[in-house]
């Protein structure tokens, strides 16, 4: 046996291993075995032993009165009063009954009937008069308009309380009925390769409604198959249920909304077939839009408010970012140009310096060790009146000083004459 799970694409193009496709063939096998088993039988011939019977009767019963009238015509007077007694009317009068009643079998116009003797079928009726043995022959209808059922209940029926609370009452008609629980159905998880990110692309679960309208177009069938509106009701809700949760448990709460008409086809189809010998014909079969908790969905009515405020809280963001950016590059080029300034002066006042002191060098004849010396004294003499020397080396430094003060003094050079 070859395993699909091994299988590539391209050999199994359905997507659907060999376990699937036989629990499918084995669904189908059980189903028509519970159709088989559905199957029923009329009996029309049965009808004519029961004209037989009731014909029998009525003979029986008009033979008594015939004979009792005789007695009573002939022997006149020779029964003693009170030793007569009549039994020919009463008979007279439950053939007339009887046959009043077998003629009028109705069938309304908005019911389907068949005719049952103790249990077994006999024949369809049609609305209208069926005259049918009374007493013997049973009639059982069912409506043959449509048949719209709703589950779990109308919108004013199903509870808005949470489930640890008890049920409210609504008023119907004057009545108060009792509420009932939402049907919840848990979705599936997300695939970890899946490439959806949405909010609603989690696992959840979801409240769902079903609608659904069928019309009876076998009474005999319907009698056998479930027997009451009621009891087909409950069925059917319990069909779309399991397929609901079969549906729900491959998909994402997202997914499921998406693929909504392909639930409800799903739905369908599992209804039909599951519903083949009921005598019923599916019209209509469809899951509304699953609701979420009004908090998510409070949540995803806000969301484009959300986006918008967000958006214009990035734009304004952005808009200041791009002030501030060329705020910055102003002072950057405005600082760029003032250092270029201020270090074009500062060249220029430090080639000046330099010129000044190669040209007192030059004038007093001295190194360039003595002239920066000098400088050194004379700035020092413009800021303070006093020098500290310290202990140690304070001498040296003084001598050094003075040195330099000295040097700093023009010097008269002695002139030589030039050889002419």
């Known amino acids: 046996m070859t395993d699909n799970s091994t299988q590539s694409p391209e050999d199994n193009p359905s997507g659907i291993t060999e376990e699937e496709e036989a629990a499918k063939e084995l669904e189908k096998a059980r189903i028509a075995l519970v159709n088989a088993a559905m199957q029923t039988t009329l009996h029309p011939k049965l009808i004519l032993i029961t004209w037989v019977i009731t014909g029998g009767l009525y003979i029986v019963l008009l033979g008594i009165a015939a004979v009792t009238w005789w007695f009573e015509i002939n022997l006149v007077g020779t029964v003693k009063d009170g030793f007569y007694l009549d039994i020919a009317t009463p008979s007279v009068f439950l053939v007339v009954l009887h046959a009043f009643m077998t003629v009028y079998r109705q069938v309304e116009t908005d019911e389907r009937g068949a005719a049952y003797l103790f249990g077994r079928a006999l024949k369809l009726l049609e609305p209208g008069l069926n005259p049918l043995p009374w007493g013997l022959v049973q009639i059982k209808t069912r409506p043959r308009t449509t048949q719209e059922e ?208 190669t040209k007192m060098k030059k004038d007093l004849d001295v190194d360039g060790e003595t002239v920066i010396a000098a400088l050194a004294v004379d700035s020092i003499n413009e800021k303070t009146n006093v020098i500290i020397a310290g202990a140690e080396g304070g001498m040296r430094d003084i001598l050094a000083a003075v040195s330099g003060a000295q040097a700093a003094l023009p010097k008269n050079k002695p002139t030589t004459k030039t050889e002419e």
């Open 150 to 357: 709703q589950y779990p209940a109308e919108p004013n029926l199903v509870s808005k309380k949470d489930d640890r609370e008890p049920l409210e009452y609504a008023e119907v008609d004057g009545k108060q009925v009792q509420c009932v629980r939402p049907i919840r159905i848990v979705t599936g998880a997300p695939k970890s390769d899946s490439e959806k990110k949405g909010i609603l692309e989690k696992q959840m679960t979801l409240t769902v409604n079903f609608v659904l309208q069928y019309i009876i177009t076998d009474v005999v069938k319907f009698i056998a198959g479930v027997g009451t509106t009621k009891e087909a009701g409950r069925q059917l809700r319990d069909i779309c249920e399991a397929t609901a949760a079969e549906e729900f448990v491959q998909r994402t709460a997202g997914e499921v909304i998406e693929k909504l008409s392909d639930v409800n086809h799903t739905l369908r189809s599992t209804l039909i077939t599951r519903t083949e010998n009921w005598g019923i014909e599916i019209l209509s079969a469809r899951m509304l839009s699953p609701d979420i908790s009004h908090e998510l969905s409070k949540s995803l009515r806000d969301i484009p408010d959300a986006e918008a405020k967000a958006l214009v809280v990035g734009i304004t963001a952005e808009a200041e970012r791009n002030k501030r950016v060329k705020e910055g590059e102003g002072a950057a080029s405005a600082r760029e140009k003032f250092l270029v300034a201020e270090a074009n002066a500062e060249g220029v006042l430090l080639a000046k310096r330099a010129e000044g002191l």
